[in-house]
């Protein structure tokens, strides 16, 4: 197996292990600040687990550990419980409504997603020699490892800008109109997100990091399907339970794509990048 598919999976691994860690903890952030009875059910330690196992896979798969089997097993299991939560959480439930509910698109996703890993790590290393890295010249790829920095740059600010504007809302005395959706801890992640970009950006003139590369595609899932989701549920809040946000939340949600979409690009770049 080509040592840069090995990297490819290993990315993938953490990025899918990176969802589900963030998910884990915005279930911990919403039982500490639930103000009724909040049920920490047993997926959300199942959430913590992949999340943890999937991580250190990809970190084993990237520091060249052939874990290629136990890897592609521990995914399967993980496409598995992603596809029943779908199925159980979601279309069992919005099929009893008679109005077309907001579906959450992340799960389906992962599944897919998942899947397709399964298959690479499974039969991957049966068909794809190590030959396949050629040491020819490949001075063309620092033009995308270039492009992936200055996208990281771009998301860097548009993290630290979403971060103050959400602080600045959520501690605001004077303010008229609060959130309904965004919370200090989606102002956290974007602080997070910033330092991620960064370390990026820095790192893209000399090297790509397989590491990092997972990390941001992990954060375009969560931000592009929320982005999704909460764009539905908008729509149906105001067609059928008569419910409006406010211009400041927009922003917010705006600031959000511009996030995901920057993650997304300079991960894809970096791949390309990576030799």
């Not at 600045?168 to 008229?176: C, F, I, N, P, V």
Request: aromatic letters at 20%; a positive charge.
């Amino acid at each position: 197996m080509s040592n840069k598919l090995i990297g490819i999976s290993g990315s993938l691994l953490i990025a899918l292990g990176f969802t589900q860690i963030y998910s884990f903890l915005s279930a911990i952030v919403g039982y500490v600040n639930a103000q009724e009875d909040f049920t920490f059910v047993w997926n959300y330690w199942m959430l913590l687990i992949f999340g943890l196992g999937l991580f250190i896979l990809g970190v084993c798969l990237i520091r060249g550990r052939n874990f290629y089997f136990g890897s592609a097993i521990f995914v399967l299991c993980f496409t598995i419980f992603q596809g029943f939560s779908v199925y159980y959480y979601q279309i069992r439930v919005l099929r009893d409504f008679e109005k077309n509910q907001p579906f959450e698109w992340s799960g389906t996703l992962l599944s897919l997603i998942g899947l397709v890993i399964f298959l690479l790590l499974l039969i991957g290393p049966k068909f794809i020699s190590a030959k396949t890295d050629l040491d020819l010249n490949q001075n063309w790829k620092n033009k995308w490892r270039y492009a992936s920095g200055l996208f990281s740059l771009f998301g860097m600010g548009v993290s630290v800008y979403t971060a103050i504007t959400i602080f600045k809302q959520l501690y605001s005395t004077s303010s008229e109109q609060g959130y309904l959706f965004t919370t200090a801890f989606d102002a956290y992640f974007a602080c997070f997100l910033g330092l991620v970009f960064l370390l990026m950006a820095i790192l893209a003139w000399w090297r790509v990091s397989y590491l990092l590369i997972g990390v941001l595609f992990g954060a375009a899932i969560i931000l592009l399907t929320n982005y999704l989701w909460v764009t539905e549920w908008i729509g149906f809040a105001k067609t059928t339970l008569g419910i409006t946000f406010g211009k400041n939340e927009h922003q917010v949600f705006g600031m959000q794509l511009l996030m995901g979409s920057s993650a997304l690009i300079a991960s894809v770049f970096a791949f390309i990048a990576k030799k």
